[in-house]
Nanobody, 114 residues
């Protein structure tokens, strides 16, 4: 069964950093591009970052540009999201997905609060 499992979320103060990991099982992340999305309470799910199959092209939502970095390790069957200089508005559940397969993880909570 194809699964994605996110980890690394938690509570952090504004200005802090977190590293999210998304590990795949039952399929290979090297099959296609991968993305991170997030959903804050009362808001729609939104795209945060996207990385192409080869990892050479990345795209970010403007609000996280320069603060977040998406990367992938096809050998480990995983993708990552490095988040720095976190702001309260980054609070959300973060999900990883492989768009071409429409496979989603269960999400990991990120809370930015003092």
């Amino acid at each position: 069964q194809a699964r994605l499992v996110e980890s690394g979320g938690g509570l952090v103060q504004p200005g802090g950093s977190l590293n999210l990991t998304c590990t795949a099982s039952g399929f290979s992340v090297s099959n296609g591009a991968m993305s991170w999305y997030r959903q804050a309470p009362g808001k729609e799910r939104e795209l945060v970052a996207h990385i192409t199959l080869g990892g050479t092209v990345t795209n970010y939502q403007p609000s996280v540009e320069g603060r977040f970095t998406i990367s992938r390790d096809n050998a480990r069957n995983a993708i990552y999201l490095r988040m720095t200089n976190l702001k309260t508005e980054d609070t959300a559940v973060y999900y990883c997905t492989q768009p071409r397969s429409n496979i989603w993880g269960q999400g990991t909570q990120v809370t930015v609060s003092s």
